[in-house]
């Protein structure tokens, strides 16, 4: 496994940007599949974005798309997550996870988490 801790959550207006890093311990980062996942009071946590090991495929969930951007910098052993256009919908816990499979398409394959980090968009 490896350890994971997110950066970068705060409170942002209504059609605001916000950038979540994610850095990781470990020199195996680059063959790791990485994701977002998020958690609003009173939900469940849902799958946001995934990026697979060398970053050639990415995945979003229908709620984000158009308007968040997952990438990775393995030299850096980081994983971002850019978010524009931000709704109050978007008030969550963002966590990183990490899979160790490369590919992130099973969602119950990642099993390293972070810490998560409070992102609040207020309207």
């Known amino acids: 496994q490896v350890q994971l801790v997110e950066s970068g959550g705060g409170l942002v207006q209504a059609g605001g940007s916000l950038r979540l890093s994610c850095a990781a311990s470990g020199r195996t980062f680059s063959t790791y599949a990485m994701g977002w996942f998020r958690q609003a009071p009173g939900e469940e946590r849902e799958f946001v974005a995934a990026?697979?090991?060398?970053?050639?495929?990415?995945d979003y969930a229908d709620s984000v798309k158009g308007r968040f951007t997952i990438s990775r910098d393995n030299a850096k052993s980081t994983v971002y997550l850019q978010m524009n256009s931000l709704k109050p919908e978007d008030t969550a816990v963002y966590y990183c996870a990490a899979d160790p499979t490369g590919w992130g398409s099973d969602r119950s394959l990642f099993d390293s988490w972070g810490q998560g980090t409070q992102v609040t968009v207020s309207s």
């Open positions: 990026i697979s090991w060398g970053g050639a495929v990415t």
